[in-house]
């Protein structure tokens, strides 16, 4: 259990002292304090359940029960004649407070709450998840009886209860905090489960029936309620041997009555993205994962802190391992970035680190057969070498590194295209981008850090979304907005086709805007006029923010509008990336404008700068002109213009025109690939070179903000970074790299990191109007799902059925017009062939629909040939059949 | 209500029960209804406030707390919404003073919640009412539309223009939503739980906004404050428990019922209006206030039943629901059939009522059925003693009352309850009224 003693950083210094006296010491807190809280200031710890630092105080569980003392109006301290809950109460002056150390009072209270609490608890410590980390294990030692009085009989239930095919319900080890229906309801606003029944019941349910009060999704059958036809449901089950006796658990939530709402992956309403977070604050072994129930035990269990590695937020995590396996992961507790959240795609998609297509030697093309085959890191080394410096003096080589690496990688990659490839064709952006995009970085991102930062965005009074939507590419800033728009701080505001269930949970005022209309509708804020009034003058407000997302790169003159609105507005301007390793690839220059530090590649004194830095003699060292950026390389690569690619992390999938990168690669010459796991590319590589994946080194993340976010190596392994492979392979082509060591590439960082030359210019492209649809025709809007078929949730099957079912959005007119409703299978046809999911009607612009970009089914990029933008037509429709709960 | 006789009856809502059809509007009008509302729409809120202040009226639901005080909590007005919430959610085993009362004389609410409405600047005042109660549901679904139609409610009442809207809500039938925060939460159509206070309902209440929270017979006292006055209400009653108020009798009574009288009447006073204990049997023990009031025995029936005498006789005047019990009955039996209550009715928010409900009632019909342990007596007083004043709201505290009260005064039979079962030390047909009525109707 994780507790905040330390009152939050960026609290105002005017806040009021109270002093108050807990046994006998004397503490001065800020006014507002809770007395737990000003007893942890001081070293006293009151047992707890229900209250947590980052919950609203509810009082539920009395475990924390003191004696209170307030000065009368007279000034003599008066005892309360009860105890009170002290996670409730906040503190007053002079208050007198005796906690269980010097009250008999109070200490017998807590004793008589703790027996309360494990009589009907089944201790099954010896079995139990949680039995070893265990606040109610521990705490009934600390502050409970030796042996319980209690010999009757104890409520049971059926277990476990399957809420999502992620999270299993023990209710007879619940106490009934609240912590989890608390959480889910007040942090995300995903309230997919809550409290059901009433009171404590009666043994063997002999009170006619009366239902306990216990936590679930409202099943009737787990219920044995009537449903709505008055037919009692039987409780469905999953086939699974999960229960004490061999028996199966109980499957939950099974959408009967449940209409229009959004579904989950398996057919059950969707729960949350974050609701993993409900097993880790739960104080017993109530809820638990599927993935990790009864693989071990905590204290077997090895820990490391790292950082999470599926988005742009850098979340704190904890990585818990035994033997050389990942067994799970937790939140880490960082107050300036995640608080003590995470999102499940960072709780559980862990398994891709260790699954058999991890690549474990290197592989080299075999001469006869043609086929990758294991090699030495000598043969290998010596073999790429070779070809690149061939391939570099034949025609160059194309730099593509991905998007998923650490600084100190980044920087390496940087460093090797610039010094021994001697080239700027380099670009980490392995996604839809542009040329705008790569000035706009250049310009207003690259060197820039720590503007605008987690607790500027809860300080926020307004923060626009532009191209972005929180809760599904960067989940961690989607719970700040939601935590300071509920405190009433903040208001948003989002340019999207729809109000998306994010959107609707930050309270964001939409503006409709279909793809390819931002930047006309960017430039209208700016002007102010009309209905975006308003909305201009919230950005005018001392604090407010701009957030953009990556996907903003796809529409002409996007960016250049969106740096024109911060400008006009005076609004802070951040930019918020998908992958853990874009910023930093921005940091270090994998761009072929960009050096590290934000230094332009045109700018002479910027090249002597870093070639200063690398120890090279004359600027000469450094080429001077743009690059070619992704779709360049990879054009030029296919064609035979570039005669090589050195190759990082790329999912075919993520790039635009797929199948035409795929045959660019599979056309150029010389290819190395630097991989973690074989891929779709691998096998038209000449050389494969095997990286370490995250666990099997340390690095660092620069997350949006620009925090460096560094993290430790879990295992210890002969697995090499790619800043080691890269130096290998530097030394290979007779250059010394420098960056075979974390220390080494600190020093030559910390050397680039001031440059306070010129930047690259902005980019001034001109808003071009929405592409309009011709008579039949469909604008796509789409992004991607935190979760989807990204291989990153490879291996992660209980992730993956908590992923919201993959459907297309419609609007009620094309709805109508194609003769669909909600659940009905709609067929989207676009160049290259087409995608059929179920329709969910969504208020929303007639000539737009919106797929997921990569969720399984729809892939668009491969499938239908277009992205974000592009026109597609409408096809068969089939109706619905009744959906059953899978697994 | 029977013969009059020297002891002091003050039947004032009561009063026209024996009218024709008292429920109807007419019948309610022809005997001064609604003069008391047709008076105090043209007066100064504040001065209705001081008046029912100065009155000395104290909440009927139980708790005595000044009716006019909880009134004058309710911040400034901000312009806007502000409500009355009427507690009628009667729910407690023995209280049955509500009920009658909405059944008989609906309009002395509709008319107090009116006034009260207006002196507190409420436009839409609300009663939550018990939902089993259908036929008081009725009733007061007509008597709020007769109301409305003869313009006493709605909007422009009697060419004032204050506007009043009387919302009538039928519960679901949960003990726990008779406590104001969490009948609150129910009004608003969520689980029925007590919230955190503060912020109490006087700041934020009803949907977040100042509500005043009284019970039936409170808001139903104030007409008769305002047409008989301050002097005439405060003449009735002991020092600082003014006015008049429902007794219910209830159990092995000659007659029982409603006797409305001053407050400070004693039981013996009330035993004489009712008849007396039933034939051939004599007071064993009764709850002065419902089963959540500690019980008092034989030698409390000169106490004073008003807040503070009872209080110094360690129990509470409580919803003066008086269950008179002879000595057919084991106390034993009786305990454990209010612990199945409350057991049954703990919400389950907090872990000492719902955790110790489970357990006290698991203890205590071991001892009804002579199968207690050693040590079960001093077990029930602990887990009691647990519960009471650790709960997060009154509820726990009086599951705990009539274990401790009972073992108080009657520890023995809880003794015995280690080898005797309760129905062999009591047997349980000594003690059903229905055999005596039976035999009477033979």
Redesign the interface.
């Known amino acids: 259990m994780t507790t905040t003693a330390t009152p939050k950083p960026g609290t105002p210094a005017e806040v009021e002292g109270i002093a108050v006296t807990i046994d006998g010491v004397e503490v001065t807190v800020p006014k507002g304090t809770l007395i737990i809280r000003a007893a942890e200031q001081i070293g006293i710890q009151i047992p707890r359940f229900c209250d947590h630092p980052l919950l609203k105080?509810?009082?539920?569980?009395?475990?924390c029960?003191v004696m209170v003392a307030t000065p009368d109006r007279e000034g003599n301290v008066r005892e309360m004649?009860?105890?009170q809950a002290s996670c409730?109460m906040e503190v007053s002056p002079g208050m007198v407070v005796s906690t269980q150390r010097t009250s008999e009072v109070a200490d017998?209270?807590q004793h008589?709450?703790m027996?309360?609490?494990l009589?009907?608890h089944p201790l099954d410590c010896p079995v139990c998840d949680k039995g070893g980390e265990c606040p109610l294990q521990n705490q009934a030692m600390s502050n409970g009886r030796t042996n319980s009085?209690?010999?009757?009989?104890k409520?049971t239930y059926p277990k476990p209860v399957k809420i999502s095919t992620e999270i299993l319900l023990d209710r007879d080890r619940c106490?009934?905090c609240q912590r989890c229906t608390r959480f889910q309801a007040e942090i995300p606003g995903d309230p997919f489960i809550?409290?059901q029944?009433?009171?404590?019941?009666?043994?063997g349910g002999a009170?006619h029936g009366?239902l306990?009060?216990q936590i679930g999704a409202y099943d009737e059958g787990v219920l044995g309620f009537a449903g709505i036809d008055g037919e009692v449901r039987e409780a469905a089950e999953t086939g699974q041997m999960v229960g004490p006796n061999g028996d199966p658990a109980l499957l939950s939530g099974i959408a009967y009555t449940v209409g229009t709402a959004e579904l989950d992956a398996t057919g059950r309403p969707f729960a949350s993205y974050f609701s993993g977070n409900t097993i880790q604050i739960c104080p017993v072994g109530a809820l638990t994962s599927a993935t990790y129930r009864f693989r071990s035990r905590p204290f077997d269990l090895v820990s490391t802190e790292s950082i999470a590695e599926h988005d742009a937020s850098g979340s704190a995590i904890r990585i818990d391992h035994r033997r050389g396996v990942v067994l799970r992961r937790l939140a880490g507790d960082d107050p300036a970035v995640n608080e003590e959240w995470i999102t499940d795609k960072d709780r559980f998609a862990f398994t891709w680190q260790a699954l058999p297509d991890v690549i474990q030697t290197p592989l080299v093309r075999d001469e006869e057969t043609g086929e990758l085959v294991a090699a030495s890191w000598s043969e290998a080394i010596a073999l790429a070498a070779r070809g690149l410096a061939q391939a570099a003096d034949d025609g160059g080589v194309g730099v593509l590194p991905g998007g998923r690496l650490t600084l100190e990688d980044a920087y390496a990659w940087s460093k090797f295209a610039r010094v021994v490839l001697g080239t700027n064709d380099v670009d980490f952006r392995a996604r839809a981008n542009s040329p705008e995009e790569a000035e706009f970085l250049g310009h207003a991102v690259a060197g820039v850090s720590m503007d605008v930062t987690f607790a500027g965005l809860e300080s926020a009074p307004h923060v626009l979304l532009v191209g972005l939507e929180p809760e599904d590419e960067a989940g961690t800033i989607f719970l700040r907005l939601r935590k300071a728009v509920l405190a009433g701080r903040t208001s948003v505001s989002t340019l999207a086709p729809f109000a998306t269930r994010g959107s609707t949970k930050v309270r964001a005022a939409l503006v409709t805007t279909e793809p390819g209309a931002e930047a006309t509708t960017l430039a209208a804020i700016a002007a102010g006029t009309g209905d975006h009034a308003e909305l201009a003058e919230s950005l005018r407000a001392e604090g407010a923010v701009i957030l953009v997302g990556e996907r903003l790169a796809q529409v002409p003159g996007g960016l250049t509008a969106v740096l024109e609105l911060a400008k006009a507005t005076g609004a802070r301007l951040a930019w918020v990336p998908r992958r853990a390793g874009d910023r930093g690839a921005v940091e270090v220059g994998l761009l072929p404008g960009l050096l590290p530090g934000g230094r332009p590649v045109t700018d002479a004194e910027a090249r002597v700068d870093v070639a200063s830095a690398w120890g090279l003699d004359a600027d000469a060292a450094l080429p001077g002109e743009i690059g070619r950026d992704h779709a360049a390389i990879l054009a030029d690569a296919g064609s035979g213009e570039l005669a090589g690619l050195l190759l990082g992390g790329i999912d075919i999938e993520d790039l635009p025109g797929a199948g035409e990168s795929e045959r660019a690669v599979r056309e150029a010459g010389f290819v190395v690939q630097l991989e973690v796991r074989t891929s779709a590319l691998s096998r038209y590589a000449d050389v494969v070179l095997p990286v370490a994946p995250p666990t099997m080194k340390a690095g660092t993340f620069l997350n949006w903000e620009g925090r460096p976010r560094p993290f430790g190596q879990v295992f210890a392994t002969s697995a090499r970074s790619d800043a080691q492979v890269l130096d290998m392979l530097a030394e290979g082509m007779g250059v010394d790299l420098g960056t075979g060591s974390l220390e080494a590439v600190h020093r030559e960082l910390s050397e680039l990191a001031a440059w306070d030359g010129a930047r690259q210019p902005a980019p001034a492209v001109e808003p071009s109007p929405a592409p309009v649809p011709s008579a039949g025709e469909h604008t796509v809007a789409t992004w991607r799902l935190m979760l989807d078929a990204a291989r990153g949730q490879d291996g992660e099957p209980y992730l993956a059925g908590t992923a919201h079912r993959p459907v297309v959005r419609v609007s009620p007119g094309t709805a109508s017009s194609q003769g669909v409703a909600d659940g009905d299978r709609l067929t989207v046809v676009g160049p290259l062939g087409s995608v059929t999911l179920p329709v969910l009607v969504t208020p929303m612009p007639d000539h737009v629909v919106w797929l997921p970009l990569h969720s399984p089914g729809s892939s668009l990029y491969r499938m239908l040939g277009v992205g974000s933008g592009g026109s597609v037509r409408l096809a068969s429709a089939e109706r619905a059949t009744n959906g059953e709960v899978i697994r | 209500m029977t013969e009059q006789t020297a002891a002091p009856l003050a039947p004032v809502l009561s009063d026209i029960w024996d009218a024709e059809r008292p429920w109807t509007l007419s019948t309610y009008t022809s005997h001064h209804g609604y003069d008391a509302w047709k008076y105090a729409i043209r007066q100064e809120p504040a001065s209705l406030v001081d008046t029912v202040k100065n009155s000395g009226l104290r909440g009927r639901g139980g708790a005595g707390f000044p009716t006019g005080l909880k009134w004058s909590f309710l911040p400034p007005p901000d312009g806007g919404p502000r409500y009355l919430v009427v507690n009628a959610d009667e729910s407690e085993p023995g209280t049955c003073k509500d009920i009658p009362l909405l059944l008989a004389n609906p309009h002395s609410l509709i008319e107090g919640m009116a006034i009260t409405s207006f002196a507190i600047g409420s436009h839409h005042a609300f009663i939550y009412l018990r939902g089993e109660v259908v036929h008081v549901y009725r009733r007061l679904l007509a008597a709020v539309r007769e109301a409305r139609e003869a313009g006493l409610l709605g909007s422009n009442i009697l060419g004032t223009g204050y506007d009043l809207e009387i919302t009538v809500h039928a519960g679901a039938g949960a003990y726990i939503c008779g406590e104001e925060t969490a009948l609150l939460d129910s009004l608003e159509g969520r689980r029925g739980q007590p919230r955190l206070k503060p912020p109490f309902p006087a700041v934020a209440g009803l949907y977040a906004r100042p509500t005043v929270v009284n019970n039936v017979e409170s808001v139903a006292s104030v007409p008769g404050i305002i047409r008989g006055g301050i002097d005439w209400f405060s003449s009735m009653g002991t020092e600082k428990s003014k006015g008049h108020g429902f007794f219910s009798l209830s159990g092995h009574v000659t007659r029982p019922g409603q006797y409305e009288a001053p407050l400070g009447i004693t039981l013996r006073e009330l035993l004489d209006l009712a008849g007396g204990i039933r034939d051939g049997h004599q007071l064993k023990f009764w709850t002065p206030g419902g089963s959540s009031t500690p019980i008092f025995t034989a030698e409390h029936l000169d106490i004073p039943l008003d807040f503070d005498s009872v209080a110094a006789a360690g129990s509470m005047l409580g919803t003066r629901a008086l269950q008179i019990f002879d000595e057919t009955v084991s106390v034993v039996r009786c305990v454990t059939r209010w612990l199945d209550f409350y057991s049954h009715e703990s919400c389950g928010k907090c872990t000492p009522c719902r955790e110790g409900t489970y357990w006290l009632r698991q203890v205590l019909h071991r001892l009804e059925a002579g199968q207690g342990r050693e040590g079960d007596v001093d077990l029930l007083l602990d887990v009691a003693n647990n519960i009471e004043g650790r709960s997060f709201c009154a509820l726990g505290d009086a599951a705990a009352t009539p274990v401790k009260s009972g073992i108080k005064y009657f520890r023995e039979e809880f003794e015995q309850g280690m080898h005797t079962p309760a129905w062999e030390l009591f047997p349980y047909g000594a003690n059903a009224l229905f055999t005596e009525l039976a035999g009477a109707a033979r």
Not at chain 1, 197 to 203: K, N, S
């Open positions: 105080p509810a009082g539920a569980c009395r475990q029960l004649p009860k105890p409730t017998k209270a008589g709450v027996e309360l609490l009589i009907n009085r209690f010999t009757d009989v409520r106490i009934l809550d409290l029944g009433r009171g404590g019941g009666a043994p009170d009366m306990p009060q």
